[in-house]
Every structure is written in C-alpha cells, then in structure tokens.
C-alpha cells in the first residue's frame, strides 16, 4: 500500500512536471500586436523638437527599471516584449513608460552574444494614451551598431531635415541603466503620431512600412542547383574565379552583392513589385504586403485611395500626379548623395516609410546605418575578415572597386543591381525633363547651402568634439581608433561625393551609368578612402571574432583549398556534393566555443516542449498502470 502511494505521488510529480515543461513553452511572450493609433491629445506647442533634439549637445537618458523587467525583457529580446520603466530625461523624470528592444539581425546578434545593448523603443503613451513627452510620442534609441564613424543616421537625417524633407529629428544621448553609464546612442524622433502632426498637421493621412525583404521568401535551391548558370553558387563560383569581370572595361562597376542576390531570392519578385510601387490591380488583398504594415488603422477608402495612386504612377501619361513630387525630390537629392542602398532604390526594398495623403505618395527617411557607400560586398566581407590570413577580395579585373563605384555614383541613374524601370517613383521623377531639371536643383543647393558654404564641416567638427568623450569610456561597440578611422573615412567619403556630384551638375562628369562607363577618365579619385573603416558587418556575427574565424576557416579549408574567396567557393560546392564529410566536422566545429553556445542556444528551446510530452506520455502509462495495480490489491 505505501508503494502504491509512493508511485502515485511519483505520477503526479511526473505529470506536474510535463505540465510546467508545457505552460513553459506554450507560455512564451508573443509578439504584441499595434494597437491602433488614436488621435494625439498633447499640444505640439509644447515643443519636443527644441529640448530633446537640441543637437548642440549631448542629451541624457537615465532609464529607471526594476531588475526584473530589465532581465525579463533583456532575456526575451528577440520577442520585442514591452515591459514598464520610467525615465529621467535631460532630469526631467516622465513615468510609466514602456521600453522594449528593437531591430533585426543586428538585435538576434546582440542577444547570441550574450550582451543587452540592444537598440530600444519608448514610448510614452503605452499606458496611459494622453501622456507624451512634450508632444512626442515614441522614441527610438539607435545603438550606433554597424557604423564606426557613429555618424551615418545622424548626417542622413540631418541633410534630410536641411533640406525640407519630412525626416526624424535625431541628437546623441548619453544612455544610463539606474543611475550609471550604459552607452552612446543616437535619440531619433519614432515615426509615428507625433512625426505626422510636426510634419503633416491633424489631418496627416495614411502611413505604411512596406518590407520585401523575408526570409521565407529564400528559394534554398537556388544556392545549390548547379545545373542552372544562374544558381547562387554557380554566380559566386565566376566571381571568385575572376571570369564574371574578366572583360570589363575600366569604367564598368561590379556589383558582387547584387548579382549573388538575385540569384538567391529569384522568388521574392512579386513582393518586391509590391513594396516598390508597381499597380497589380484594383484586388487589395494584392496589396496585403503594404496594407499590413500600416502604422495606423486603415480603412476602406484609405486603401482604395492608395491604389487609385499605385494605378495613376503606374499607367498615367502623368505618373507624377500621383506623388509629391517636391518632397520627393529632396528626398533623392540627399538619399543618392549618401547612396543608400539597403533600400527604395536597390534590391531589398525596405528601410522607408512610405506616406500617403490625398492621393499623393512620398517616402520618409529611416535607417542609414549602411549609407555612404558602405552596402556592398568588399565593405561587408572586408570587415568581417580583415585581420585573417583568408584573401577575402576576389579578382575584379579592369572593373572599379567599391570607393571609386560608390564616390561617382551617378545621379540621374541612381539604383544599384536593378534597372531604374523597376522602380516606379524614381523613373517618374527621373524620366520627365521637368522633374529632373528641379532634382538636379535640389541636388545644388544641398551641396551649395551644406557642404561648400562650409556649415558640413562646421557641424562634423561639432559632432566629433561632442561624442568622441564616449568613445574612449567605452560606451560604444569600438575602440577609439577604429572610431577615429571610421570618422576620417565618413569625412573624405562627404568631400569627395560633394566633389563628384558638382562635377556632375557641371558637366564635367556624366551623370548616367553608360556616360560613366565610356569616360571612367572623368572620375573622381578616390585612392586616399578606405570603406571598410565606415563598416562594421562583424557585429552581426554572434561571438565571432578574427580568431575563431580563422580557426573555422582553417577547419573547412584545410589543406586542399587556397584560403581566398575562390578556394571557399569550391569548399562550399565540395561539401553540397559530400555532406558526409561536413557532417565529419561537426564535432571539431563544436569544440569551437561560439560554435557550440549557439548550436545549445538554438536547440535548447526546440527540446523543452519534446520533453515535455514525452515526460507527460511516460506519467499518464505510469499512472495508469500503477492504478491498475492499486484496483486491483483493493479487489
């Protein structure tokens, strides 16, 4: 008899531990959903703009939080779970806040290496709808990630606001965790409510953050299929060899990332229409893509209005009846000088906001993290293994390096891997005499009124002297020296794009991709920049510095392949075609510290609810056949 309660009181315990494993995984934060904006009760009198973003400088952000939130949040940072703080601004203490982690890969990188210097998102009227902080709404704290200089968001933004664009205002903040230090971000105006009062009154229209880019979309068979020409491997396997720009003459451009891309995410065209504006008919749930990301609630009209626009830039002998055109064309001028392609004008069209009021649309300004010429294959390789004895740069023959590319990139043609036709809003502008004659306008009075009256280099100063003291504390992802490279690199790279772009407003330097390409002698040398000192990609990798790479390497390399990026191309085809001996490596691979962290990270989760049924299988049989047994004694 005391065996059978000893076995049923196992039972239980088994059971309650099934359930626990249960809740535990069936239980995890999900992702909150956006509430739908109401209208913003603060008065914008109450001016935000000339306290918080007051550039002259550095602001303060004491953020008050329990250990517990922090440690809640910060362990489930990859949910983007809002949890309660408060916040002591420039001493100014604002209450009952919500702060959560924001970002992409670079926020899943930051938790894989075990660190919580997330980029964040406050926001002021999360629990009680009529507070703000003096007319702002969110706020978002950029942790200056993949950009040595610390400067790239923070001159985009303020060229944009320079030049009349509906842009985020932004300053840099001293960022403090109770009371001490934590790091150097960069303060930027959220857009959201109060954007769009500052920038477009009550009545400020509809709102959306339109994204092609998803990793759902990846075609895998892309990258192994080398029976096609066009496979990813297949592409890189010509680029490493140095046949893809064996002809290329010397004022041809490569386009590395471009071309690998394409190949690999051949089935995202169909989002990537969708994002960039082309009309696919009057079917909204066509639009979904767009419709989804509304920053707002949008409503019947709202919807139909948008596509009314869509169809008219699309199909109209006046496509430029649909867009605001004069905002858009400040909007360029400054976004193809910073040569932005992690967005509207290249492959993955995301990082915009895209507006839309009375039938007209226009785009607003978001994330230049990897502006000024930094979005291409020798900047992203180069940072990561520069510093191994992996040759990382494949031979480019007579074609131009990423600097000289990026420095003289042309205005008037100005999308990168794709032809201009496949973006709707730039062929309008660019395409008709008029709009491109106000663009090449715009384009000299930002080089005329911010780079050469001297009020650039006046503000470069200004912001060097300011966050160059948190630097050497510590309280950024770099040391003072790579700081001090990315911020000459970011300086010369502004001097001499100003440089060729009057050169190109001029005349002396054509101002097209094929003009270009037939006077390569016209361009602007670029010989004294380094791009790789503006990049920092090796953030995203989760704890992997120059060492465990090369270590790496070393293991997939060994001694049958030259260590350069041709020699890892045929690695790469070797092992497709026998993943055995791959699978032979896996136990030297997980000797590699990093290695094995992030396998047990990614793992761990998958395992506990498994475990949990199991555990609950074997109570339920062990419970049941020990309750036979009691019935039957008791019989």
Sequence with gaps: MIRTKQTEMLSMICILLAVVFSIIMLCQPVQELRTPADQLKAQLSDDYSSLLFDDSYVHEINILISDLNWDYMTSHAVDEQYVQCDAEIDGELIKNIAIRPK???????????GDTHFSFKMEFDKYDKLQTYHGLDKLSLGNLGQDPSCMKDFFAYHMMNHMKVPAPLSSYTLVKLNGQDFGLYLAVEAVEKSFCYRNYGSDFGTLYKPD?????????????????????????????????????????RTDIIGELVTSAFSSMKSADNIASLHYVGDNEKDYSLIFDTAVFNVTESDRKRFINAVRILNTSE?????????????????????????????????????????????????????????????????????????????????????????????IDTPTYSIPIEERPVLNALLGNEETLAQYHAYCNELLSDFFENGQYDTLFAQVYEQIRPYIEKNLTFYTTEKFDKGAEAINAYCHLRAESVRGQLNGTIPTTADGQKNAPETLINTDTLNLTDLTNFSSLLAGLDTDTLSQILHLLLQDDYDYTTKGAVQAIKHYVANPSELTGMIPELLQIPVILRLVSQKLTPYLFMPISVIILIIAVIFAKKYRRRNNAIKT
């Design 103 to 113: 970002g992409n890969s670079s926020l899943a990188a930051i938790s894989n290496n």
């Design 212 to 252: 092609s880019f998803a990793m759902d979309t990846l075609d895998l068979s892309s990258f192994t299929d080398y029976s096609s020409p066009d496979s990813a491997l297949a592409v890189a396997e010509t680029i490493m060899n140095g046949e893809r720009y064996a002809d290329k003459q010397s004022g041809d």
């Design 318 to 410: 006046s496509p430029a009846n649909a867009l605001d055109t004069d905002i858009l064309l400040r909007y360029f001028a400054v976004h193809d000088f910073v040569n932005n392609y992690d967005s509207y004008n290249s492959f993955f069209v995301h990082n915009f906001y895209l507006h839309e009021k009375d039938c007209k649309l226009s785009l607003v300004p978001w994330d230049y993290n990897l502006a000024f010429g930094t979005f291409t294959y020798e900047n992203a390789v180069g940072s990561i293994l520069s510093g191994t004895d992996f040759d990382y740069l494949p031979p480019e023959g007579n074609a131009m390096n990423s600097e000289m590319s990026m420095v003289n990139y042309p």
